[in-house]
């Protein structure tokens, strides 16, 4: 059996580690922390769930890592942090030993300065010793090398994690944050090397599956390692936020003092800062994500942008950052890594392998594309799904100069007196069946559609939103907001939300939509529904196009 030792086995990421590896063949785990209760308390929880596995536990102080020794390691994670201002002492001492050696570290002088403090060690005692095997820089790495694989030209690169407001919150992470938190923070923009603040630049950003999060500039390792294990020519920046804009903001309010140097540093306000989020906590969500978008030109030479997300529900969130480790020591123990030397955890371990180790949580990933010259709008708005569509769907909604189509459909009008006095309002046609024809014509970055069902007429305007995948459908003065998708072999119309004059709606109030096309033979066909929950149906139609 291989002895894994987990320093920090008891917080918030090192016990989500020490499930993970209870779940690898082989390995002895032993839970190593400051205090016997918490170690007592989470050995009770993994013993059950994995009963076949061995868990230890054992006191260790990671400021004493002499006291490695006596638990003759085969590997040690260190998972306790805080690791700005550490030293590399539990990372030698495991070397030392002839163990292997991880951390989840991603404090940015710390990982800057660990290969070359550990290689020659590490390469001696024949291990390997490895650093920032987390969110970042692992993750983020093993995300953005397939993003851009084959690129002419990488311009600017953004990684971005936001947690939800109730995920745990360990005492080191937000001492973390706070130690750069209004101090200079060296940053590749514009073309070059340049100073900015720590946790400055607040901006709401969309996040897929979380909505509009606040987001600001963070000091992490990637910020070296981005610019210096890829060609990027313009911007690379590492950005995270807090869920709640009162906690996100009110953190850049107390930024100001440090950055005008009327105090050095905020981190003793950790802890009056972590009860605070606990008592707001309630207020938000369980929900955090990452993203990793990139923009440049692609293999052909066309302008491109891509992005890579991933999203966690019901508090799974806090298992991403624990991930890389578990994917490094599992390809330690069956023989897949054999390198020795200390390294960063950037382009070591791929993002397959990662994700292997997250597998069965609620937790989702995916690729989008934006080809930003393109003309009509889905080819621009979905990039390279939009050329697994079928033919007659590509040549509908790929025109760039604009389409004429005509056909047949069935229409359907709810029988409440508000939904029909609404389809009445729109244009739409009564019950029955319609001689249809529908036009399409560019419009600005959109499209204009007019629908005509016999002697009906409707029309709306639709409007790129800006946004991987996302697009806008207006009539008159409201907005629908839609994400496109390409699902087996059709267009899917998804609804994300609505506005009046701009201004957002509520959900709750909004109709349901729902819209499909996809091709029968050479045939385009179609079906629309919305409906509301106080009138049930308001208009469904559906039918076929050609050409003409």
């Known amino acids: 059996m291989r002895r894994v030792v987990v320093v920090g ?53 990671r400021a004493r890592p002499e006291d490695l020794a006596r638990l003759r390691p085969w590997a040690v994670v260190d998972a306790a942090g805080p690791f700005q201002g550490s030293g590399t002492d539990l990372a030698r001492a495991a070397c030392a030993l002839g163990a292997h050696s991880i951390d989840l570290a991603d404090g940015r002088a710390y990982v800057a300065g660990f290969p070359a403090a550990l290689d020659a060690a590490a390469r001696a005692a024949g291990v390997l010793a490895v650093t920032g095997a987390s969110s970042t820089p692992a993750l983020s790495h093993a995300a953005l090398e397939p993003l851009v694989a084959g690129w002419r030209r990488l311009d600017t690169v953004a990684v971005a994690i936001s947690p939800g407001a109730q995920a745990p919150r360990g005492l080191s992470v937000i001492r973390a944050i706070l130690s750069y938190t209004g101090r200079p923070v060296r940053v590749f923009a514009g073309g070059g090397w340049t100073e900015r603040s720590g ?45 709640l804009g009162a906690m996100h903001l009110g953190l850049a309010a107390l930024a100001m003092p440090v950055r005008a140097g009327l105090v050095p540093t905020l981190v003793p306000l950790a802890k009056p800062l972590r009860f605070a989020a606990d008592i707001l906590a309630p207020l938000g969500t369980d929900r955090g994500g990452m993203t990793v978008e990139a923009r440049g030109l692609d293999a052909e030479g066309r302008r491109a942008a891509a992005r890579w997300f991933l999203t966690a529900r019901d508090g799974a969130g806090p298992n991403v950052p624990a991930a890389a480790a578990a994917a490094l020591v599992r390809a330690l123990a069956e023989g897949r890594e054999t390198r020795s030397g200390a390294f960063a955890c950037a382009g070591l371990i791929g993002r397959d392998a990662i994700l292997r180790e997250l597998a069965g949580l609620p937790i989702r990933t995916r690729t989008e594309e934006r080809r930003p010259d393109e003309a009509a709008l889905f080819p621009r708005i979905l ?9 007659p769907v590509r040549a509908v909604h790929g025109a760039a100069a604009g389409v004429r189509l005509s056909g047949q459909a069935v229409a359907r009008t709810g029988r409440h007196p508000l939904a ?8 739409l046609p009564p019950s029955g069946c319609h001689e249809t024809r529908v036009a399409i014509e560019a419009a600005g970055t959109g499209e ?12 709306s305007t639709l409007c790129d939103a800006g946004d991987f995948g996302r697009f806008e459908e207006r009539i008159g003065p409201l907005r629908f907001r ?67």
């Open 199 to 243: 946790w400055s630049g607040s901006q709401r950003r969309p996040m897929p599956g979380l909505g509009r999060r606040w987001l600001a500039l963070c000091e992490t390792p990637d910020l070296d390692l981005l610019p210096a294990r890829f060609p990027i020519r313009e911007e690379a920046l590492f950005l995270a936020g807090l869920e």
């Open 448 to 459: 204009r559609w007019t629908r005509r069902f016999g002697t009906a007429r409707f029309a």
């Open 9 to 61: 086995a008891t917080g918030v990421f090192g016990s989500r580690l020490c499930g993970m590896l209870a779940g690898i063949a082989g390995l002895e785990i032993v839970l190593a922390a400051r205090t016997r209760t918490a170690l007592d308390a989470l050995a009770a929880q993994l013993r059950p769930a994995y009963p076949e596995a061995r868990i230890e536990t054992a006191l260790l102080d």
């Open 420 to 427: 029909r006095l609404a389809a009445s309002l729109m244009g």
């Open 482 to 548: 839609f994400r496109a998708e390409a699902e087996a072999a059709a267009l899917v119309w998804h609804w994300e939300g609505w506005s009046l004059l701009g201004l957002p709606l509520p959900a709750r109030l909004a109709p349901r939509i729902r819209a499909r096309s996809w091709a029968d033979g050479p045939r385009y066909r179609f079906r629309v529904a919305v409906a509301h929950p106080w009138t049930g149906l308001v208009f469904a139609y559906r039918g076929r196009l050609a050409p003409g």
């Open 383 to 391: 990039g390279s799904r939009f050329d697994a569509l079928p033919a």
